[in-house]
């Protein structure tokens, strides 16, 4: 099979911009070889950390498969470590639903509906895979409908990398259009971030319109109370109650009731919607789309191209100064840069896809058959007089004809990639450019020493395992060299020194002056970053009192200081003690506390309800305690069992924590969750130990090969 070129104009279609950055679509031989490639912006990329936590959610969510989803092909450099970032996706025809939205039509109950199901589906399913993994960035510019109805989420690997920006609250919605959820003390893009953001898509949907900037978070709540949506028979009506309700609790309006994960939120859903006639809003929705197509200009094609092998990105090489056509044999990818004063093409531009089943589709005038009325509790009566056209009628298309979109194309970049699989491979060597910061990581590739970053190396064309060690952290990354190329790769290992701190201050009552080590850091409640390990003097001063403390900061972890500083003669506030296996962090309503890593933490005394938390282990329970004023109430945390496997080649004897368990094969063995060494022993090939995590949430497996040493 030969190496499939892609043969792209003389700047790849830029399809969407947004807050990421710029989205161009790369077309290859075959329409089954079309990608979508992000070019990040260059103010998100230079960030300390952020490529690094992109490829390593990338590469956790490399097995990831969902019909759902589009699949995330690569992550890569165009050329040196300070050229510019992309994503390469697979494309998804059709329109986002941000311009759908931006022509302000609502579409009806039902619809509305049929896609939040396939959405909470979608962010469930990956949420079962990767408990501690989220999206991170949902929202309608990032999500794709299909001409056959279908809810497609697209770059679903940025959720690391988004929280490694810090931006404000305020920043991440105008900015990027990301919601995260209010109150929080640190912002944490988790299971709980992607529901918020899984509200805000649906009242979006169903308020017909995207959410304006200052209207999250500040008027949201607002915004549920008095929603209105479109009815089956094309008037509107309010929002039913238990719909509403379940919004309320997505959008996280009280945080002691907001869903923590979409598997909730689905499971709560499904049982709220009853038996809705999910073909017949699908049919609806399908109408709508191919008139939006008839719209824009662009047909519909009745059947999906047939698909081939993945295609691979491959690393940018110079072109030579007279290129000449480009063929199969000369495997060269030209690549400049975008220019900045370009307007992004409507993405109803480049909608081409046929519905992934054949059903009917109703043409614009013909009668539609009514979908079953939703079981949910009824709410006030529809207002007839004031109802919008609903989406498929002809009304609605000589509306939006006046609004219709206009396809800008202006100045861009000129990329010509190429795309290989696996078979296809060329037989030779290429290069690789290792670098790291810090600088002076040892190289080992399959096995073999190779030297110190930075460095560049000529390899046989293939997949290579290559490890970076550096300050007792070993990185692993798999490579392939296209003969003929150079592929760059960058990697940002933990500093050898100790991580800073950060150091929560919260006084009774909040507003005392802060000051930490004679700097001045605000007023309560405040947290206080980048503290070295160690001990600081805390000065806090209000109109109630002033008190100077020692607090110990330990590295890498958030401490916490809360004082009463109101003049009573007696104390008012208690302490809690914590004792667990491992690190566990406390919620109070949401808020964080702290972490048994504090001896001890000031609460007001009273009873409290606690969520105790260690996300990497899976492990989540709640504790009620009652603090008595002036005394210590502790707490001990009994971690579950999970389960662990392990087997060796050919054979071995087998000890946990020293405990014998016998010989391989050994499965399901119940041990506690957290850190355990097992050992692996053979007579005639000897010993080797393993450190391995055990979680709640999924079996551990190890499998060692006793001949290798």
Known sequence: MKPAVAHAPSQPPLVFRDGFGDRRRVTGATPADNVDVLYVRSELAEVPSFEFALRERASRLAQFRHPLFAGVKNVERLGNRSATMVVVSETIEGVRLSDLLATSFPLEIHAVLYLLRQLVQAVAALHKFAPEAAHGAIGPERIILTPDARLVVVEHVMGAAIERLQFSHEQYWKELRVAFPRPAVLLKNDQRTDVTQIGIVALSLILGRLLHPDEYPASIGEIVASAWTVSVQGGTESVPPDLRTWLARAVQLDARTGFGSAIEAETALDSMLGDIDYPAAAEALTTFLTEYHQLVGEPVPLALPKRTATPKLVAAVTPPPAPAPLTPAELVTPVATAASAERPTSSASTMRIAPLETRPVASPSAPRTAASTLSLRPGPQSREDDRPHRLWSAGWVRAAAAAMLVVLVGGGAVAVWRYFTPAAAAVGTGRIVLDTTPAGAEVVIDGQAAGTTP???????????????SAGTTRTIPVTVIAGTEVAQYVELPKSGPLPGQLQVRTEPAGARVTVDGVL??????????????????????DGGSTKQTVTVEAGTTSSLVVQLTPQGVPLSGWIAVSAPSAVELYEDGRLLGSNQTEQLMVAAGTHQL????DTLGYR??????????????????????????NATPWAEVWIDGEKLGETPIGNVPVVIGSHEVMFRHPDLGEQRHLVTVTATTPAKLSVDMRKP
């Open 455 to 469: 460095v560049t190396l000529t390899l046989q064309a293939g997949v290579h395992t290559v490890n970076l060690r």
């Open 521 to 542: 850091r605000g007023s309560s409640p405040v947290t206080v970053s980048d503290l070295a390990p160690g001990p600081h003097i805390v000065a806090l001063e209000s």
């Open 611 to 614: 969520t105790i938390v260690n």
């Open 621 to 646: 329970s709640t504790r009620s305690v009652t603090v008595a004023a002036g005394k210590v109430s502790p707490i001990k945390i009994d971690f579950p069992k999970g389960t662990i496997a392990v």
